[in-house]
């Protein structure tokens, strides 16, 4: 069919030329209406959002699935304690107010709003997931200014535990399932402002009805509104403000230091001569003292460290962190400050503090940090104040790997008095004849996920390893503490302290002597499958030795007599403890 009008004869051009402006402009009124459609499509799909008659059931049943799918993300607790019936079984504030802003907000704007109000809610989803697994093992909420760092060691602890393919299966996962839940958020809100749209008396007289009944029932005080999404909000935003100011505080805290002045000839001099060994045992914590095979561990070393000539006092101190991080608490006791957190740590190591090591060597210790959980470059070492780092691969271990542990307890020990103490030491470099050695030795065989563990051998018999070959080891998936049931998950957990602790008393029995001071705590608790919920941060702490006056120096603590800190110990934070040590000697 032609369209337009033919050009007459006679026409004057004048008359054509508006005739085609015309037609030009009624082309350009079609395709704007063709864009404004599309534009109404895309902001409001029919496709996937239609609500009218024709869908019947399943329309129905996906738009129950959308309203259930917002009402869970606004009314979930984000601690899986308070997981229960009574906690769903409310009417989320939130939500009435998103419908009544549905209403009152006009044309393709109110699109734009419920499609941003779902990206946030989907937001809210998965910061509460994050929330409850930050919860199970670190026993606090994830923080959205500092805890990004946190998730590069999660990788690598499956990557250890499980392979690299499963390390990256899972971050793809976690991404995907993130985007997922957003989508599906989006989605289901978009669903239900179009539903609200066309319902718009229904919608308006639910929310009336519900609204007096909330403040009816509310007068009783019967919990019946929930607005634990907003105050979720509230409170991580509260966080995030505290964590952008973090820098500041730490840097005013760091500022002060009693010892930073003081010369080397006047620091630790009570323990001129003595080999100073400083051993953080991996989940050491006050749940490991409550364990019955550890606490008979604990009491059995006692005694056979004092048939050995040897003196011990234990109390507790509180960790800066919890079910991980191990390095924050070695920051937190070696430094004096509070370290919590990724962004503390790296402005620590980055600054001039005096460390318990740095000041061994300010006084004239040769230190060495003894790291079989380090596997790559560690340019942290020189912060600590360490003359010489071994880390896994310059300990000469050729054995089979138990769970995360790189090496056993018994030949780190073992390696550290080879390369640094013992007669028949291999000299490391700078190592002087006479000068005394303090040691930072992080014990890892009692890491999560509780594994295979090694069995003692004769000290004679290490080697190179080779003997643990005929030991039954391999990896354990890192989600097996969660899988597994969580007694067997607290036996196994048990066994691997009590493992640690044996190999600690065995060494100082057979390695031990007058100048040998040895200092043992635990790093953090255990994740919660292991503490249950509401656990304190405490580990123990211990100090061994056979010279009389050094266990006199610490007599005055009012610690506990033996390896096992008794209930009436005293509770220092963890924080402390570098200045009280220095002080005391």
């Known amino acids: 069919m032609r369209t337009g009008h033919a050009p007459r004869r006679g026409e004057c051009g004048r008359v054509r030329a508006r005739r085609a402006r015309q037609r030009g402009r009624g082309l350009n009124r079609v395709r704007r209406s063709c864009v404004v459609r599309g534009v109404d499509e895309f902001l409001a799909p029919r496709r996937f959002l239609a609500v009218g008659r024709r869908r019947g059931v399943p329309a129905r049943v996906v738009s129950v699935a959308a309203a259930l799918l917002v009402v869970f993300a606004l009314v979930a607790p984000a601690d899986l304690e308070r997981f229960t019936v009574g906690a769903f079984l409310r009417v989320p504030v939130e939500g009435l107010l998103g419908v009544v802003l549905v209403l009152v907000v006009p044309g393709r704007a109110r699109w734009v709003v419920a499609g941003v109000g779902g990206a946030a809610l989907g937001l809210v989803v998965v910061l509460k997931v994050l929330d409850i697994g930050f919860d199970l093992v670190l026993y606090r909420p994830f ?168 003196g011990a006092r234990s109390a507790f101190l509180t960790s800066s962190t919890a079910g991980g991080g191990s390095w924050l608490a070695h920051a937190t006791l070696l430094s004096g400050l509070y370290v919590d957190n990724q962004q503390r740590y790296r402005t620590l190591v980055s600054s001039d503090r005096m460390t318990l090591s740095a000041a061994f060597e300010r006084a004239g210790w040769r230190t060495v940090g003894v790291m079989p959980g380090i596997t790559r470059a560690w340019p942290e070492g020189a912060f600590f104040g360490y003359d010489c780092v071994y880390p896994a691969d310059r300990l000469g271990y050729r054995g089979p790997r138990f769970g995360y542990a790189t090496t056993p307890d018994q030949f780190t020990l073992a390696a550290f008095e080879r390369l640094e103490r013992g007669p028949g030491r291999e000299r490391g470099p700078g190592r002087e004849r006479g000068r005394p050695v303090m040691a930072t030795i992080p014990l890892v065989t009692s890491h999560a996920p509780w594994g295979p563990l090694p069995r003692l051998v004769p000290w004679e018999s290490l080697g190179d390893g080779s003997v643990f070959g005929s030991m039954a080891s391999g990896e354990v998936a890192p989600d097996a503490i969660f899988s597994r049931d969580p007694r067997q998950v607290r036996a196994d957990y048990g066994r691997s302290v009590e493992y640690s602790v044996e190999t600690l008393v065995s060494y100082v029995e057979h390695y031990g002597d007058e100048e040998l001071v040895l200092v043992f705590l635990g790093d953090h608790q255990p994740a919660q499958v292991v503490t249950g919920a509401g656990a304190s941060r405490d580990v123990p702490i211990t100090v061994v030795a056979r010279d009389p006056g050094v266990v006199a120096r610490v007599a005055g603590w009012g610690w506990s007599e033996g390896l096992r800190p008794g209930e009436a110990a005293p509770v220092w934070p963890m924080e402390s403890f570098r200045d009280r040590f220095l002080g005391a000697f």
Do not use: M
């Open 143 to 310: 923080d959205p200014v500092l805890d990004w760092p946190l998730f590069e060691p999660a990788v690598d602890f499956v990557s250890v535990t499980a392979g690299s393919v499963a390390a990256g299966a899972a971050v793809v996962g976690a991404v995907l399932v993130a985007v997922g839940v957003v989508v599906l958020c989006v989605v289901a809100v978009l669903r239900l402002s179009r539903i609200v749209v066309r319902r718009r008396l229904v919608a308006t007289r639910v929310v009336a009805v519900v609204a007096v009944g909330w403040i009816s029932l509310a007068l009783p005080g019967v919990p019946v509104a929930s607005n634990s999404a907003a105050a979720f909000v509230y409170e991580h935003a509260r966080q995030v403000r505290a964590g952008l100011h973090d820098r500041e505080a730490f840097a005013e805290s760091a500022s002060v230091d009693a010892f930073r002045d003081v010369p080397g000839e006047r620091l630790l001099t009570s323990l001129r001569g003595k080999d100073v060994v400083v051993v953080f045992v991996e989940s050491y914590g006050r749940a490991a003292v409550d364990d019955a095979g550890v606490a008979r561990v604990l009491d059995d070393g006692t005694r056979r460290l004092a048939a050995a000539g040897f």
